[in-house]
């Protein structure tokens, strides 16, 4: 029997794509500053979704007593190779304490000394039991004015015409409904992409992995194929975790000072440097090099500091608690064994993202990016996600008080039934030749052996690349004969097909960067060295099918703005 779906249609002052970090408390600042109505459209239920999901303990962009904005923007451009906005950067940092204290408001536990002051980590962080973060957040949306939530909706498509943007399609994942969502402004807060390459655990355990794995690049893929411009998908991510649980390496480097040794006992983080591509590089190195494994020197510590970690990865990846009780042995009598991650495209750690100005608008009028989703400001982590998020909804609300964006509802009707009718098509199409999951493991190996995944230790060359491209447009061939029984499975193809338009404009600005400038995150074999004629943003943007390269020169403007 054929399956039609219900349709329905939403009309809004602002749609938001994702109920994150980001896009819960854009929604909590518009409708703060606004009678604007807001409907969130989530994927999961935003109680528990996106990265603050199982927790976090610390607040990793915070400016402590002592330092300044400018400090912050000072240490991610060096981490970056200079190659970051630092107009979003500054104006993410000047938000950071804003953001805290008022999640501290909202129920947040910030820690504090005897004196009452929040306890720093570092120079940059302060510690928080953060286990019910998300929550927290979630309930604060959702008991704004003028919000609703929308949960287990798949955001598929942008409503774009003329280089504006009108609302978006999309469909519920557990009802056979879809949805046309008309907006005069849509904020994309989805998160980065994970799942393009072979990740470090296997079967079952494929999905213990550093970024979330339903973060599937689904806003970076919308606004691809809807000619947003893009900048520095070159510039992945790796993280250094603790082997097996994929836990956070960060709480043991700098709750406790933990140095980076090999199996030689030799400290080889200085050796390399300490930024954070450099602690990745230096270990897959003294791997190469028969060094290995490589640690966290933990068996230092005081065993007062045992119960500290313990604690603290309670909050956010209590699988590494879990091995060291089943082990029977505390930090204090082991070293922690570590690890690259696969990589990822994520906006929040490198400036990978939307192409935006100072204010978070894409290129593309009405559309703005926040969260991990946005680039050029790297390191952003928690705190930057929710200044963004504020930052964007303050814009959107002044540009609809000043009738900038204006809705007309009957515009895009037949674009959007186009839509509907291919989700239909999907779930009444005979299976093909291969599995959805098949598809994905094809794309990841390939990703993995061709695009510098782990087995091949991050690096790659020209021809490699070439062949990687060759080999994804191939799969999305495949992937678009790809069937579904039901909605839950018309979720996984469009996961996949979101992925795979990810890989391309990866591989695309992989291909042009022609320099290394992030040892592991970008390293070229055919282009060993950092090249000056390459301080530059290697930005893109799809035309006609074909991803087209865009190089631009520094942003040394405080507020950017698009020239188009």
Not at 57 to 72: F, K, L, M
Not at 102 to 107: P, Y
Not at 412 to 421: C, F, G, P, R, T
Request: glycine share 8%.
């Amino acid at each position: 029997m054929e399956q039609k779906l219900e349709r329905k249609k939403i009309d809004t002052d602002v749609l938001i794509i994702g109920g994150g970090t980001a896009g819960c408390y854009a929604a909590l600042n518009i409708s703060r500053n606004s009678n604007l109505s807001v409907l969130i459209a989530e994927k999961a239920n935003i109680k528990r979704s996106g990265c603050l999901a199982a927790g976090v303990n610390a607040i990793n962009a915070y400016i402590v007593e002592g330092r300044t904005p400018q400090d912050y923007v000072d240490y991610a451009t060096k981490d970056a190779g200079g190659i970051v906005r630092e107009d979003l950067l500054l104006s993410a940092a000047e938000h950071f304490n804003e953001t805290a204290e008022d999640m501290e408001r909202l129920g947040l536990v910030i820690l504090k000394d005897e004196n009452g002051k929040y306890v720093a980590r570092g120079n940059r962080n302060i510690k928080i039991n953060g286990e019910n973060f998300k929550p927290i957040l979630a309930k604060a949306a959702e008991e704004a004015e003028n919000v609703t939530v929308l949960n287990h909706i798949n955001i598929t498509d942008l409503l774009v015409l003329n280089n504006r943007v009108y609302g978006a399609v999309g469909f519920s994942v557990k009802e056979q409904i879809a949805y046309e969502i008309h907006a005069k402004a849509v904020l994309v807060a989805t998160g980065g992409a994970a799942g393009l390459y072979k990740p470090n655990n296997p079967g079952f355990s494929r999905h213990k992995m550093w970024y979330p794995p339903f973060n599937t690049g689904a806003g970076y893929a919308m606004g691809i194929l809807a000619g947003a411009e893009m900048t520095s998908f070159e510039m992945r991510f790796i993280a250094l975790r603790c082997k097996d649980t994929i836990a956070p390496t960060g709480t043991i480097a700098q709750g406790v000072g933990a140095k980076q040794v090999n199996a030689r006992g030799f400290v080889y983080e200085d050796k390399y440097g300490l930024t954070t591509s450099e602690r990745v590089y230096g270990t897959v190195r003294e791997n190469q090099l028969g060094n290995g494994p490589c640690y966290l020197k933990t068996s230092v510590i005081r065993k007062e500091q045992d119960e500290e970690l313990l604690k603290a990865y309670l909050n956010m990846a209590p699988s590494q608690t879990l091995k060291w009780i089943e082990s029977g042995k505390n930090p204090s009598e082991q070293d922690v064994e570590i690890q690259g991650t696969e990589p990822y495209i994520v906006g929040g750690h490198t400036a990978s993202g939307y192409w935006v100005n100072t204010n978070r608008e894409t290129t593309i009028h009405g559309l703005y990016a926040a969260g991990d989703v946005a680039g050029g400001c790297p390191q952003k982590y928690v705190t930057g996600a929710l200044a963004e998020g504020e930052i964007a909804a303050l814009d959107i609300v002044k540009k609809i008080s000043e009738n900038v964006f204006i809705d007309d509802a009957g515009i895009l009707q037949e674009k959007a039934s186009d839509i509907m009718d291919s989700y239909e098509t999907v779930l009444n199409a005979k299976a093909g030749l291969y599995s959805v999951e098949e598809l994905e493991e094809a794309m990841q190996k390939v990703m993995d052996e061709y695009a510098g995944g782990i087995s091949a230790n991050y690096q790659f060359n020209e021809k490699q690349l070439a062949l990687a491209e060759e080999k994804i447009e191939g799969l999305q061939k495949l992937a678009e004969e790809a069937s579904a029984g039901d909605m839950h499975e018309l979720l996984f193809v469009y996961e996949l097909r979101e992925r795979l338009v990810v890989c391309k404009s990866l591989i695309a600005h992989l291909l042009a960067r022609k320099e290394t400038r992030w040892h592991s995150f970008n390293e070229n074999l055919d282009y060993p060295d950092e090249d000056v004629a390459f301080e530059k943003y290697v930005n893109s943007r799809m035309e006609d099918g074909k991803i087209k390269i865009i190089l631009r020169d520094l942003v040394k403007e405080a507020d950017y703005e698009h020239q188009n």
